[in-house]
């Protein structure tokens, strides 16, 4: 499953490193991070339960640029 | 400009009129606290003011295991000159403001700039329906979501509004403007019948639209997310800065540590020498302060997201950074014929029998073209649409059965109970049937029926008329040869090739032929030099995918063209060819642009105050000016031409 994401991420450099990071937490099988575009590209593995890789995709990305943040 | 960046620029000003205040006042110690330290306490809440964020992502950094990153450059930077200032009690603790004060308006300046240019470059491509009008069984119409239309329902679009959803005008008639889907600026008239694009603005009338496909696989959606993926992927100069700025930004901050600590340590071991603590750390803070990558880091970046913009207001879709790269080093473009350089448009010029002489009976005339019409019925290739064009009457398919589609060969099918076999020269050889060659130049279709030769029709087909332009424009943007592929005769071929201008011509090849002819050109090339490949994407995905880049050519409607294709040029004027090459050359002089100057600028001005002439000022034009100036510059991109 794929999911596209509105974020909000200050510095491309940072939109790289959150893409390094977020790709390492379980069940995310690929991920995309866009500065240009302020989107993130999340595809689960299967089974994944979206809520809560999410959160822990929040917690890395927050961890690496403290501002960063997922838009409604 | 958003809440962010609303509350940075009310910072900005609060920090920027109390450090003028403070500077301005003769002496400070006037105020409460004031004697403290020469005003300290004043000083440092300003710079909280303006930099507490900077502060606390760089302890957040450190405590995450992530230094080396540009705001603890700066924290280094501004606390270290705090700390000067209090150990030689000169109490000018301005220059250590000043920095955090202009490193954030170059901050905000970026992020401004940056959502400008986005902003601008999405609404070059802003062809997004927001609503589309379903007609309700009363007679009125209902607003809904573009995604809830489904197919095969009636839409309404009044004048102004965009097409939502791809389909078949059932009724109406209007001029589109599908500036945005093609570049085109000349509006497309429509009528009932007419197949027409999401995305297109109704100018003149109101039409009634029966849909053909959903929202999501309709072409606007399908060049929406084309767009946005297309950003996602990297260019070598991008991941290039991206690795360097990895190794870079470590390697500074320990030839600052070298420059504040080697130089007075050696002159503490000559006798007599003052070893210059003081001047030596503040040299090392200008050189952090200098070295700050954010100009490269950012600007890279922009320069290609504005060049795909740009491209795609010009109607060619880029798929990514990498490919607009590669094309700046097109060398080679090898040209498809049919649908590329010709129309793709046949019109049966001739019709002989055995002895390669005109037909005269008009009986005979008319069945040789009802079977060639009637076993081709099932194909989309041009040369079927033009023998169904020829034959004029509606097709009949209960008549025709047991069609085989032999590729590089031709069709056989049962019509009317007969075997008829419809195709080239070598489908005759292989069917065993005697036959003569044609000396006319064109297309030509054999026909047999019950393994006795019935004729064969020759079809011209007509040249584009931008194609030869094309061709001189092609060679005017750096491209060394061009080459055209066809399935069509030698003859044919070379006549088409000799008119247009083209350098070398491969002919009467095999759909399977065109990949190992491609592959054949790519081994032959330079290192650095790349293949591009045009087709109009109907029968090249294949080719498409495997040269360096696949262009396909007005291939909106085509789905596996958008798979295979790196570049999708939207309507087919080949003309756009050397227009993209064009583009991509641009973007890329700018990027190199950038690079040269963010890194001399910055190269000279660290060697200048390692030197001890550069101050602190200059070092903030260094990181500042020069990432102001690279965005500027990568903002260019986005104007094409």
Redesign the interface.
Known sequence: MKKTYGIEVDCANCADLVETEIKKVAGVKDARVVFMTQKMKVEFEEGADEVSVMEEVLRIARKVEPDFCIVK | MND?QKKMLIRIVVAAVATAVLALLPDVSVLPLGGVCKGLLYFLAVYLIIGY?IL??AL?GMR?K?VF?ENFLMMVATLGAFALALYEKSGDYLEAISVMLFYQIG?FFQ?YA?GRS?RNI?SLMDIRPDYANIEKEDGTFERVDPDDVGTGRIIIVQPGEKVPVDGIVAEGESSLNTAALTGESFPREVKAGDEVLSGSINMTGVLRVRTTKDFGESTVSKILELV?DS??HKSHSEAFI?RF?RIYTPVVCYAAMALALLPPLVRMLIPGMDPMWSQWIYRALIFLVISC??AL??SI??SF?AGIGGAGHEGILVKGADILEALSKVKTVVLDKTGTLTLGVFEVTAMHDINDADKTDEEEKRMLVELAALAECASSHPISKSLQRAYGCKVDHSRVSDIKELGGFGITARIDGREVAVGNEKLMQRMGVEYCHCHSTGTIVHVACDGRYAGHIVLGDIMKPHAAEALTALREAGVKQTIMLTGDSRSVASEVARTLGVDRVYSELLPADKVTKVEELIATQGKTEKLAFVGDGINDAPVLSRADIGIAMGGVGSDAAIEAADVVLMDDDPLKISKAIRISRKTLRIVRENIILALGIKGACLVLGALGIANMWLAIFADVGVMILAVLNAIRSLRAS
């Open positions: 962010k964020d606390r992502k957040l995450n992530r990153d901050e992020s940056v986005r999405s946005e950003a996602s991206t700025a990558p954010c880091v950012v970046p922009l997201f």
